[in-house]
């Protein structure tokens, strides 16, 4: 089965939104829904409710499904959906059929966080999920570089609804070959690792990339995805210079502010409060003034 429209979303700016919170710790409905819409208005065409970036291992059931209800309410059709799904089987699974009913486009399935995780057992992971909602795209999310071509070109011939990777492994090189030996054109090969790797992941293959500073600049994201679909190098290196101090930030210390710097200058902006969850944490004053020079002069 093709699947033209949704490879396109994926070769794309995939933006991740934040999860806002409010002061009493529930998710803050309102900011989340003008995050969305915030997105929207700034060109964005695919959006991943339940990410990394969404602080997904936080969220429990009931919230999880409340953030995929209010972002299909507020796209109502304005961008692609990709719900991220994962922990235990039972959940993924439950979560993707959630998500098939609410009228998302695709999944992400969340890396297994199993300690022991054998290649046959990731592809019956992930065969599991995908025929609890046959219905929907399946992209899996890949941070483990023991991860072979050969093992995702076996789950794409398992399941044909397999039509993206999000590939976040720190080597370009890497990526390369394992998009080579699974099925360069077979699937769309999306940089997991946001715009700091959408550079030399674009110059391996990938023709789409995952993006949490698009909550705060959606231009400066979209204008990176310009640059390297028209093949003007030199004005992505611009762009990746401007951005790098900010995601420097986000990528220090094992990405131990990943999330925390995005809400951050979000919160600068006055568009949702700082606050994280556990183990996560609001940033120390001497790191908040760093984030506000990052985005400094940034288009916003």
């Known amino acids: 089965m093709e699947h033209p429209a949704l490879r396109a979303a994926l070769a794309d700016v995939v933006a991740i939104p934040v999860t806002p919170f409010a002061a009493d710790g529930s998710i803050d409905r309102d900011a989340f829904r003008a995050t969305l819409r915030r997105l929207l208005d700034g060109g964005v065409r695919t959006v991943t409710p339940n990410g990394n970036t969404g602080e997904f291992y936080t969220l429990d059931p009931d919230e999880r499904r409340l953030v995929t209800e209010l972002t299909l309410q507020e796209t ?18 439950a979560d993707a059929r959630h998500a098939r009913d609410a009228g998302a486009d695709m999944i ?3 890396q ?9 057992g990731w592809i ?13 795209g399946v992209v899996p999310y890949i941070r483990n570089p023991l991860l072979d071509g050969r093992t995702i070109a076996e789950l794409g011939e398992q399941c044909p609804q397999v039509i993206g990777v999000k590939y976040a492994v720190p080597d370009a090189t890497r990526f390369g070959a394992v998009a080579r030996d699974a099925g360069l054109d077979r699937f769309v090969w999306v940089a997991g690792l946001a715009e700091l790797y959408a550079v030399p992941y674009w110059a391996m293959g990938a023709t789409g990339f995952t993006s949490g500073l698009v909550n705060v600049a959606p231009t ?7 640059a390297l679909r028209t093949g003007d190098y030199q004005a992505a290196q611009k762009i990746w210079e401007r951005i790098r101090p900010f995601e420097e930030l986000r990528a ?3 990405s131990a502010n990943n999330v925390t710097v995005v809400k951050e200058a979000l919160s600068i902006l006055g568009l949702c409060r700082n606050a994280v969850r556990p183990p996560s944490k609001e940033l120390p004053e001497p790191q908040r003034a760093e984030v506000a020079a990052a985005i400094e002069g940034w288009e916003i």
């Open 76 to 93: 109502k059709g304005r961008a692609a959906v990709i719900v991220g799904v994962g922990h235990d089987l039972p959940t993924a699974k």
């Open 108 to 110: 992400m399935v969340h």
């Open 112 to 120: 297994p966080t199993h300690p022991y995780v054998s290649r046959g």
């Open 124 to 136: 019956d992971y992930h065969r599991e999920v995908a025929d609890s909602a046959p219905e929907l």
């Open 220 to 226: 400066l994201s979209l204008a990176l995805l310009e």
């Open 252 to 254: 220090a210390d094992q």
